[in-house]
Protein backbone atom coordinates (compact mmCIF):
# COMPACT_ATOMS: atom_id res chain seq x y z
CA UNK A 1 0.00 0.00 0.00
CA UNK A 2 1.19 3.28 -1.07
CA UNK A 3 2.58 6.39 1.79
CA UNK A 4 -0.91 8.43 1.29
CA UNK A 5 0.64 11.99 2.79
CA UNK A 6 -2.10 13.53 5.19
CA UNK A 7 0.14 16.90 5.75
CA UNK A 8 -0.10 19.61 3.52
CA UNK A 9 3.52 20.23 3.63
CA UNK A 10 4.91 17.19 3.17
CA UNK A 11 7.20 16.64 6.01
CA UNK A 12 7.24 13.28 7.50
CA UNK A 13 6.06 13.31 11.75
CA UNK A 14 8.52 10.02 11.99
CA UNK A 15 11.83 8.70 11.21
CA UNK A 16 12.72 7.83 8.16
CA UNK A 17 13.44 4.20 8.29
CA UNK A 18 9.92 3.63 9.70
CA UNK A 19 8.57 2.48 6.17
CA UNK A 20 10.89 -0.37 6.49
CA UNK A 21 10.00 -1.31 9.89
CA UNK A 22 6.26 -1.45 8.83
CA UNK A 23 6.79 -3.51 6.12
CA UNK A 24 8.79 -5.97 8.02
CA UNK A 25 6.07 -6.03 10.50
CA UNK A 26 3.38 -6.89 7.74
CA UNK A 27 5.74 -9.47 6.30
CA UNK A 28 5.41 -11.18 10.04
CA UNK A 29 2.10 -10.62 10.10
CA UNK A 30 1.25 -12.87 6.69
CA UNK A 31 3.89 -15.25 8.36
CA UNK A 32 2.14 -15.20 11.39
CA UNK A 33 -1.76 -15.32 9.99
CA UNK A 34 0.24 -18.69 7.82
CA UNK A 35 1.03 -20.74 11.02
CA UNK A 36 -2.30 -19.66 12.64
CA UNK A 37 -4.20 -21.11 9.79
CA UNK A 38 -2.58 -24.49 9.68
CA UNK A 39 -2.39 -24.56 13.51
CA UNK A 40 -6.26 -24.80 13.57
CA UNK A 41 -6.42 -26.81 10.35
CA UNK A 42 -4.21 -29.66 12.68
CA UNK A 43 -6.67 -28.75 15.59
CA UNK A 44 -9.78 -29.45 13.82
CA UNK A 45 -8.20 -32.85 11.89
CA UNK A 46 -7.09 -33.71 15.21
CA UNK A 47 -10.41 -32.95 17.00
CA UNK A 48 -12.16 -35.21 14.23
CA UNK A 49 -9.54 -38.09 14.71
CA UNK A 50 -10.25 -37.79 19.11
CA UNK A 51 -13.74 -37.79 18.32
CA UNK A 52 -13.69 -41.18 16.22
CA UNK A 53 -11.50 -43.03 18.16
CA UNK A 54 -13.70 -41.96 21.25
CA UNK A 55 -16.86 -43.01 19.50
CA UNK A 56 -15.03 -46.25 18.52
CA UNK A 57 -14.51 -46.94 22.16
CA UNK A 58 -17.57 -45.99 23.58
CA UNK A 59 -18.77 -48.37 21.12
CA UNK A 60 -16.50 -51.31 22.25
CA UNK A 61 -17.23 -50.56 26.43
CA UNK A 62 -20.86 -49.87 25.97
CA UNK A 63 -21.25 -53.31 24.13
CA UNK A 64 -23.73 -55.64 25.95
CA UNK A 65 -24.13 -59.61 25.77
CA UNK A 66 -27.02 -61.47 26.28
CA UNK A 67 -25.97 -62.07 30.12
CA UNK A 68 -26.59 -58.38 30.38
CA UNK A 69 -22.99 -57.73 31.53
CA UNK A 70 -20.21 -55.22 29.27
CA UNK A 71 -18.10 -56.93 27.26
CA UNK A 72 -15.06 -56.08 27.59
CA UNK A 73 -12.20 -54.54 24.67
CA UNK A 74 -9.61 -56.14 26.51
CA UNK A 75 -9.51 -59.60 27.02
CA UNK A 76 -7.55 -59.54 30.52
CA UNK A 77 -10.39 -56.99 32.15
CA UNK A 78 -12.50 -59.58 33.98
CA UNK A 79 -15.88 -59.13 33.70
CA UNK A 80 -16.68 -58.67 37.13
CA UNK A 81 -15.20 -55.66 36.68
CA UNK A 82 -16.86 -54.14 34.41
CA UNK A 83 -20.50 -55.38 35.35
CA UNK A 84 -21.05 -51.63 37.24
CA UNK A 85 -21.67 -50.22 33.95
CA UNK A 86 -24.37 -51.57 33.30
CA UNK A 87 -26.30 -50.22 36.26
CA UNK A 88 -25.22 -46.83 35.60
Not at 62 to 69: E, K, N, V, W
Amino acid sequence: MPDVPIEADGQRSYPADMEARLRVLEEIAVGTKAVLAEIRADQRAMRSEMTVGFNSVRAEMTTLDSAGSVTSAWPSAPSSQLRWASHI
